[in-house]
Nanobody
């Protein structure tokens, strides 16, 4: 069983930066691919970023060049550095763990609110 706890959300002005953290349980953290997703009110949840077990990263086009996902396996933590934030980035951001060999995110955190003001 994997537990994920996000932190670091808050209110920031457009153009500002924020770093989200996701702390994971388990000694097999390094075996998981990790992802960040977001969901705004009334909208579908959308993919933001992914980091593989080997550290390869992949981003949604909407955040490329602005966001960076990273992981610290010694701390069982994945991060999302968000720069040049826009009001459209406002959403609840959730961390997820892919412990399968099928590309399925089995475990999800509770989410942390990010609000970007104009």
């Amino acid at each position: 069983q994997v537990q994920l706890v996000e932190s670091g959300g808050g209110l920031v002005q457009a153009g500002g930066s924020l770093r989200l953290s996701c702390a994971a349980s388990g000694r097999t953290f390094s075996r998981y691919a990790m992802g960040w997703f977001r969901q705004a009110p009334g909208k579908e949840r959308e993919f933001v970023a992914r980091i593989s077990r080997g550290g390869i990263t992949y981003y949604a086009d909407s955040v490329k060049g602005r966001f960076a996902i990273s992981r610290d396996n010694a701390k069982n933590t994945v991060y999302l550095q968000m720069n040049s934030l826009r009001p459209e980035d406002t959403a609840v951001y959730s961390c997820a763990a892919d412990t399968t060999i099928q590309g399925i995110y089995e475990y999800w955190g509770q989410g942390t609110q990010v609000t970007v003001s104009s």
